[in-house]
């Protein structure tokens, strides 16, 4: 251990510090090191990675304030103000008090700060007037990051602390080492780790395996142990290893056909496909048997929503004997896991308290049930004790309602809980789970996922990496506390004017009331998403400008349906508020009379079934949104329209499905054999066009001569105003 030279440069002044001081010192730390009704107390600094924010030299590095060393090292900073110094506890701790073992440069005045990710910060304690030596300062508090802020030095040189240590208590992770088991008998189970007690406290893992350095941390700051996966392979060990740096188990998922509830990944056939079981097997295996030695290895789960799932590929009895032989399946995966890994149970996830009697008459060597519930989650108790089962359960996706469950707004789609909404229904899901005592084992709710999108916004704790209310309430939930967390502005009483006419291309109105409950200055972003008008799930920056008071102008799409408009208030402290409703784009109006409307209309083709076909001509003309003309797929198409008589055209409205025309004529005729072009295009970019028209005809065509996608063209409506 290398020490620190006698003298600080050419300044003369001693570096050390007078005998009976160190004397002080040093009787100081002897009554520290067993101080009275602190037992269960642990110093937590020694050791551990220290930064700082500036030192004096090399041998004044911040490392050597957490090296156990009382006398002999000391981190020194530059002899300016403000300066810190923070240590790296490496989780999160309840913490009760720090020691400052001061050299003769000193902080007058400091705090003490705390922080779960080393980025945001909050203050436990502020000192005032320290005259030096040894200061021990109570704190109350958690983190994992712990920091002395300096912020007025006793005289001219910097900060200089022979030993900077933070005493408190873990939550007892890293977990125990040993085999994990389900315990204890009918409706008074657990889980074990290593013999410990074992509350599963989890989320569902979504960032990029490559990213789990990065976000863990922050995972495990929310008092997660548990993180939950679908797929395991080659690819997982990264995922495994850095969970397990943190002290996070992982439930390792197996995929199975047709997962995903609404039928995602094929069908199977699992009464006469043996090679897709077989080779199911192989796989699993082979994974099974390089992870189960693995610290975060938990449990393995084997398939996804597929007994629900299979209602997508079979029907009647079909469906039974399939669900049948799935189950049967999956016990015969489990009797295999088994046999490689005895130290870890195996279960199996459904989104359907239905599909459990299935399992119980199948699959008899599972030792845990698992279940994905959202809305319905305080029913999932209810449907286990009616249904007699003797294995208790896991909640393995949970949170608020989810899309499927809510009722539709005045726009006819599906009404979003609000951010208030979301985080209430992740601590009724938790509530619900742990009141199901002795047989439900834990959750990982749904969703620790970054995307920034349609379905992001919906479940996501941290889209693009914004905390949500929903993140501090699963924080709460978990760890008991968010107190000292600053947390996200609060946006209520959202609403759009006009909701339900909002002109393609023109301009409507947000209005949202928003409040920092930190009182922090809040940016705003306004996005829109195409998701119910053309499936389009990415959230689009919207052309938008403020009015004041909460309200925002939107340019609306050009594009008709119903979009979701979203504002989002930011902090400046890495949390958000978002909110959402819907508008409805409808077709600029037009003045004047529309003198096609269902008025003859005839085309050169139309498809007669595909899709929502068949898409005859008079569909453009029909004045309804919803329904279209549709060609086939070829060069040149035409639609044409007999107004009966010769009438004054004055404008054109073309309401393009997406499948639009890239480059067309109109054009008019007296007797719908001889035309005349009073309009041409080769620009067309779908979407609306509307052309200024002067013209006298009782024949109106459109010719249309390049398609601007590979399908063919298709018109909502073809208006003709007079």
């Not at 009918?186 to 406290?201: E, F, I």
């Not at 393995?300 to 209602?311: D, F, K, T």
């Not at 053309?534 to 340019?555: C, H, I, N, Q, Y």
Request: charged share 20%; glycine share 12%.
């Amino acid at each position: 251990m290398s020490r620190p030279p006698a003298y600080r440069g050419s300044t003369g002044r001693r570096a050390g510090v007078p005998l009976l001081t160190l004397g002080a010192l040093l009787a100081s730390s002897l009554a520290l090191a067993a101080p009275p009704a602190r037992a269960a107390e642990t110093l937590l600094s020694q050791g551990r990675p220290a930064t700082a924010s500036s030192q004096e030299g090399d041998a004044y590095a911040a490392s050597a304030a957490v090296d156990g060393d009382l006398t002999g090292t000391r981190w020194a900073s530059r002899w300016s103000d403000p300066q810190w110094l923070q240590v790296d506890l490496g989780q999160r701790a309840d913490l009760s008090r720090t020691v400052l073992t001061w050299e003769a440069a000193y902080g007058k005045s400091y705090q003490i700060q705390a922080s779960d990710n080393g980025t945001d910060w909050r203050t436990l304690k502020t000192v005032t007037g320290s005259d030096g030596g040894t200061d021990e300062v109570a704190v109350s508090g958690s983190g994992r990051y712990v920091r002395m802020l300096g912020t007025e030095r006793s005289g001219g040189y910097g900060y200089s602390l022979w030993e900077f240590q933070v005493y408190g208590t873990t939550d007892g992770t890293p977990p125990a080492t040993g085999a994990v088991e389900v315990t204890g008998s009918q409706g008074n189970w657990q889980l074990a780790v290593g013999g410990q007690p074992y509350t599963v406290k989890g989320l569902t893992w979504g960032p990029a395996i490559a990213d789990a350095p990065k976000y863990m941390p922050d995972v495990k700051s929310m008092g997660v142990n548990t993180i939950r996966t679908w797929g395991t392979d080659g690819g997982t060990k990264p995922l495994l290893d850095s969970a397990a740096a943190n002290g996070i188990r992982v439930i390792n998922g197996f995929w199975l056909q047709p997962g995903g509830g609404p039928g995602s990944g094929g069908c199977v056939n699992y009464v006469t496909d043996t090679t897709y079981k077989n080779n199911m097997l192989t796989e699993f295996s082979k994974w099974v048997e390089a992870y189960k030695s693995h610290p975060a290895t938990l449990m393995w789960n084997v398939g996804n929503e597929s007994v629900l799932g299979l209602q997508n590929c079979y029907s009647g009895t079909e469906l039974e004997t399939q669900r049948n032989a799935y189950t049967s399946f999956v016990n015969d995966v489990a009797k295999k896991i088994h046999s490689i890994d005895p130290d870890h149970p195996v279960t199996s996830t459904d989104a359907w308290t239905g599909a459990w009697p299935y399992y119980k008459r199948n699959a008899p060597d599972l030792d845990l049930y698992s279940m994905n519930s959202y809305g319905d989650i305080c029913n999932v108790q209810e449907a286990w004790e009616a249904g007699g089962y003797t294995k208790p359960y896991i909640i393995t996706e949970g949170g608020p309602a989810g899309e499927w469950e809510v009722p539709d707004d005045a726009n006819g789609v599906p009404d979003e809980p609000t951010d208030v909404q979301k985080a209430e229904g992740y601590t009724k899901a938790w509530n619900c789970v742990t009141g199901h005592r002795g047989v439900a084992l834990g959750a990982t709710l749904f969703h620790y996922g970054v995307e920034h999108d349609f379905g992001g916004v919906w479940f996501n704790l941290v889209p693009d990496g914004l905390r949500r209310l929903s993140y501090y309430a699963v924080k709460r939930a978990y760890t008991g506390s968010s107190a000292g967390d600053n947390t996200p502005p609060v946006i209520t009483n959202m609403a759009v004017t006009p909701a339900s006419s909002a002109a393609a291309g023109g301009e409507f109105t947000v209005r949202a009331d928003v409040r920092d409950p930190d009182g922090d200055p809040v940016t705003y972003k306004v996005f829109l998403s195409g998701n119910y008008a053309s499936g389009d799930k990415r959230l689009v920056e919207a052309e938008w400008r403020p009015a004041g008071d909460g309200t925002f102008v939107v340019t609306a799409p050009e594009k008709l349906g119903v979009w979701k408009v979203y504002v989002q208030a930011e902090d400046g402290h890495g949390n958000a508020g978002i909110e959402t409703e819907s508008v409805k784009v409808v077709a600029p109006p037009v003045s004047g009379t529309n003198v096609a409307l269902n008025k003859p209309t005839t085309a050169s083709s139309f498809q007669p079934s595909y899709g929502d076909c068949p898409c005859e001509p008079a569909k453009a003309t029909d004045g309804r949104a919803d329904t279209r003309w549709a060609s086939d797929w070829s060069d040149p198409q035409w639609i044409k329209v007999d107004l009966g008589a010769a009438t004054p055209i004055r404008k054109l409205q073309l309401v393009w499905d997406p499948a639009y025309a890239k480059s067309y004529e109109v054009q008019v005729s007296d007797d719908g054999t001889t035309w005349r072009t009073v309009h041409t295009t080769t620009t067309g970019n779908g979407d609306i066009d509307t052309i200024d028209v002067a013209a006298t005809a009782r024949h109106v065509r459109l010719h249309l001569t390049a398609r601007g996608t590979g399908w063919g063209y298709s018109l909502h409506e073809f208006g003709i105003y007079s």
